[in-house]
């Protein structure tokens, strides 16, 4: 049985400028393959790269003879380089194959857990007076250094995860299988939060699922982390942000009829209320009118 590795090898697959480009990134959803012509020079671009080509699985040896999840980085690099030479050859269903293989065998990022009513009580209040007994001091730095000792600093590197579970989102988006695809994008994005083609594919995503908010929330995390949209990005960002407006405007015009409703009653309305932009701050304060 592979031993459990905590590093991965660093990638270098998005360190180049053009990395920072954003361009069409495949063709229409649910488009046929055909063969080897099946994936375009830009969407063979767009798989994550890595890995020799030299001994390559083909889907039938990826033969997992346990059920225990093993974190094993050379062969989830094995299966994703053969995944990306799947889907040059516009296998795109076997590709996906492979690259949900890789994942298993892939180290995985701990989610976050919300600290727990023990974690909150293991600090004890300090009294009236103001000074707290030094019996309680020591057992409050006993309990953080417990703490610590149990939550011991994550130093993996999740590239390799991050770029599989990218590519395993694209597949899924070329054979229109949306929600799933954008599951495994923000996937890849928990395991490196400042992955741009992560960030990217799932804003188009989002934009062909309507889910506008998203959608430009996406494309304005790609921009500031320093991607740089094309004409189509552009087009779709503006889009998502008018759809935005128009939803917002919407849900403002049903709250005041609700408003309206209610105050009615006591001989008001919602033109009572005046909202006035502080420009210092960008917030709002509000005044009453009669």
């Known amino acids: 049985m592979p031993a459990v590795v905590k590093q991965l090898p660093s990638s270098d697959d998005d360190k180049d400028e053009s990395s920072l480009v954003y361009g069409t990134q495949y063709a229409q959803v649910g488009e046929d393959s055909k063969g080897a012509a099946g994936a375009s020079e830009k969407e063979l671009s767009n798989i ?41 050859e516009g296998n795109i269903s076997e590709a996906l194959t492979l690259y949900r293989k ?52 994550d130093t993996t590197d999740y590239t390799l995860t991050a770029q599989v579970y990218c590519n395993a989102g694209f597949c899924l988006m070329k054979l229109d299988v ?48 320093g991607g740089v949209l094309d004409a189509q990005g552009r087009t779709r960002k503006a889009a998502s942000k008018a759809k935005v407006d128009e939803e917002m405007q919407k849900m403002l015009g049903e709250l005041k009829n609700l408003g309206n409703k209610i105050l009615g009653n006591f001989g008001l309305s919602t033109d009572n209320f005046k909202f006035d932009k502080d420009p210092n701050t960008g917030g709002y304060s509000m005044r009453f009118e009669r």
């Open 178 to 225: 949306k929600e799933e695809a954008a599951h495994m994008l923000s996937e890849a994005i928990r395991h490196d939060d400042s992955y741009l083609r992560a960030y990217i594919r799932r804003a188009d995503c989002y934009y062909m699922m309507e889910k506008w908010s998203n959608a430009y929330g996406d494309y304005e995390s790609y921009e500031k982390l």
């Open 48 to 88: 994550e790269a890595g890995g020799a080509s030299e001994g390559l699985v083909q889907p039938q040896e990826a033969d997992f003879r346990s059920s225990e999840r093993v974190v094993d980085v050379e062969e989830c690099a094995r299966l994703k380089a053969a995944g990306n030479e799947l889907f040059k």
């Open 102 to 153: 890789a994942l298993w065998c892939a180290p995985l990022k701990p989610v976050a857990q919300p600290p727990t009513a023990a974690d909150t009580s293991s600090v004890s209040p300090t009294p009236l007076n103001g000074s707290a007994p030094a019996a309680n001091a020591r057992t409050t730095t006993e309990c953080d250094a417990g703490k610590t000792e149990r939550e011991p600093e």
